[in-house]
Antibody
Framework: EVHLLESGGGLAQRGGSLRLSCAAS????????MNWVRQAPGKGLEWVSG????????QYAASVRDRFTISRDNSKNTLYLQMNSLTVEDTAVYYC??????????????WGQGTLVTVSS | DIVVTQSPDSLAVSLGERATINCKST????????????LAWFQQKPGQPPKLLIS???IRESGVPDRFSGSGSGTDFTLTISSLQAEDLAVYYC?????????FGQGTKLEIK
């Protein structure tokens, strides 16, 4: 069974940084792309970023490009999101989501429980 | 970017009745090379992450009750719950995975009448 566990959320100052992690188990981690999807309080879903299984190719939403960096450590079965220059608009629950293929297809077949990031002004 | 819009924003349906949610994209998500619609439906219950219900516009995921069905092609899609059960109370999202950035509809809140 696929299991995804996010961590690293919390309170950050505007302009500050946070690093999120997602520990994966129950599947062959390195053979699937992984993504981050966020949900602002009471709002809808927004895809943030994706990385291919090998980690060599990444993609970002325009709203986070140049501020956020997605990466993965396949030896540790862990996905990361380094978030810099945080703004109040980055306040959200951040979910890691497994893709169905080894490339970033956007077919999110499994999700973690999420970690809350709150950015204060 | 492909904009995905759902209607209605909220819906109240009696138990046992049919619920229908619509989803429209600003450009076709039908990929001509494989004739597949790159459109998914998710269910999100309060306090839980989204759950994938349907892929390729009409293919139910394993374990999803057959009262859930998806239809449509190109730019117009529908999620139908044939006989609403109490456990179907949730927000439903459609999402296109035709192109980056992957985008979601704004959600439809399904309530029990």
């Amino acid at each position: 069974e696929v299991h995804l566990l996010e961590s690293g959320g919390g309170l950050a100052q505007r302009g500050g940084s946070l690093r999120l992690s997602c520990a994966a188990s129950g599947f062959s981690f390195s053979t699937y792309a992984m993504n981050w999807v966020r949900q602002a309080p009471g709002k809808g879903l927004e895809w943030v970023s994706g990385v291919v299984g090998s980690g060599t190719t990444v993609q970002y939403a325009a709203s986070v490009r140049d501020r956020f960096t997605i990466s993965r450590d396949n030896s540790k079965n862990t996905l990361y999101l380094q978030m810099n220059s945080l703004t109040v608009e980055d306040t959200a629950v951040y979910y890691c989501a497994k893709d169905h293929y080894d490339y970033v297809r956007g077919w999110f077949d499994s999700w973690g429980q999420g970690t809350l990031v709150t950015v204060s002004s | 970017d492909i904009v995905v819009t759902q209607s209605p924003d909220s819906l109240a349906v009696s138990l046992g009745e049919r619920a229908t949610i619509n989803c429209k994209s600003t450009q076709s998500v039908l990929y001509s090379s494989d004739n597949k619609n790159y459109l998914a439906w998710f269910q999100q219950k309060p306090g839980q992450p989204p759950k994938l219900l349907i892929s390729w516009a009409s293919i139910r995921e394993s374990g999803v009750p057959d009262r859930f069905s998806g239809s449509g092609s190109g730019t117009d899609f529908t999620l139908t719950i044939s006989s609403l059960q109490a456990e179907d109370l949730a927000v439903y999202y459609c999402q296109q995975y035709y192109s980056v950035p992957f985008t979601f509809g704004q959600g439809t809140k399904l309530e029990i009448k």
